[in-house]
């Protein structure tokens, strides 16, 4: 028997900019594969040189 699970949202712990992927469209994967790299998004004190 086949299984669909289907991810309707993924939450991250941060705001970013996602920069990788590690699947292909289609692609089935395994419960705890890693999908996803995300870079965190610059906070405002770094965007500003405080930091």
Not at 9 to 18: K, L
Not at 21 to 42: N, R
């Amino acid at each position: 028997m086949k299984m669909t699970h289907v991810i309707n949202a993924i939450e991250s712990p941060c705001d970013g900019v996602v920069t990788r992927f590690f699947f292909e469209a289609g692609e089935l994967v395994t419960d705890g594969t890693i999908l996803v790299e995300v870079e965190p998004a610059a906070t405002e004190e770094k965007a500003e040189g405080k930091a």
